[in-house]
């Protein structure tokens, strides 16, 4: 039995927006995203699960506040997630930003005793505002949802560490604990936000580049809390594994939290990807679409069967 957060599967969508903008009105949007994370949710769900409820959070850092901030509209999206895939969420997290993940993890392993849960990270931007497409900071931004079934250890000690907020000093703090990190776990690689040149550059000199996934910040931009698991769904589709392994996974968010996890990847995690168009015919296409995922050793092998 593993003591680590095992990554059992992962689904990401890269929203190329606007999204839904054909009927711009609220109501239509959310329900809309909450079909997308239903789909997600039924892609990553294990084949035949009859037990309990799998626990459930979402996470945001770019969506409309009238979701996060408004109980009827916030209604609307779990009741929708709910009516498609018989999950509710627990919760939505903002606060935390890009951050989030790791937070949510904190909270099923420190007040929780479930075994298996997920989250979803959901980023996309309903009211199509320039502002969102670029950051002074951390350059051009992307939209995403991805969705996480993750294990959790029966020793639910230091699996997740979270700090925080450190003002100006947010990314030097995440960077040094990484590498305290990493001392401690000693990961095959680490997987942290996508960032332009300025501060991407920090993390290579301090990490090591040949110890970083790859920045794919020029082809998708920063995509909030879903990097690192766009650059483990990347790095698996690339790699082959023979055996269980551990890699880092790192967020840090703008209002100064930060997120690190020790997390294990097997031949047997389950992955997928797809870019989608953020017109609602795409989306609603996506989300029929939105079927049984391919474990690690799965792709490998389809790929030598068509070499």
Not at 201 to 230: K, M, Q
């Amino acid at each position: 039995m593993s003591e680590r957060v095992e990554l059992l599967a992962a689904l990401h969508w890269n929203i190329v927006p606007p999204f839904a903008q054909e009927n711009p009105q609220l109501a239509g949007q959310v329900d809309v995203i909450g079909r997308c994370v239903a789909a997600q949710v039924r892609a990553v769900m294990p084949a035949g699960h009859q037990g309990a409820p799998i626990d459930l959070m979402l996470c945001s850092t770019v969506i409309s506040g009238a979701i996060t901030g408004m109980t009827a509209i916030s209604e609307r999206l779990f009741n929708v997630i709910e009516s498609e895939c018989r999950l509710r969420p627990l919760a939505h997290l903002h606060a935390y930003m890009c951050a989030g993940w790791g937070y949510a993890l904190a909270y099923f392993l420190r007040h929780t005793d479930s075994r298996l849960v997920m989250l979803s990270m959901v980023d996309v931007d309903i009211h199509d505002l320039a502002y969102h497409r670029n950051h002074t900071q951390i350059g051009k931004l992307g939209f995403a949802i991805t969705t996480l079934l993750l294990g959790l250890p029966v020793d639910r000690i230091d699996k997740v560490r979270t700090g925080g907020p450190f003002g100006g000093s947010a990314f030097k703090e995440f960077v040094l604990a990484l590498r305290q990190h990493n001392d401690l776990h000693k990961p095959t690689l680490s997987f942290i936000p996508f960032f332009g040149p300025g501060l991407s550059s920090i993390a290579e000199r301090i990490i090591g580049t040949a110890n970083l996934g790859v920045n794919r910040h020029d082809d998708y931009g920063h995509c909030f809390g879903s990097d690192p698991w766009i650059g483990i769904i990347e790095w698996l589709q690339r790699t082959p594994l023979d055996e269980r392994i551990n890699v880092s996974t790192g967020m840090v968010a703008l209002s100064g939290y930060f997120a690190l996890c020790n997390v294990g990847l097997s031949p047997q995690t389950r992955i997928g990807s797809s870019v989608v168009i953020g017109r609602e015919s795409e989306l609603e296409s996506e989300i029929a679409q939105s079927s049984r995922l391919l474990t690690v050793a799965e792709l490998h092998r389809k790929e030598l069967s068509t070499t």
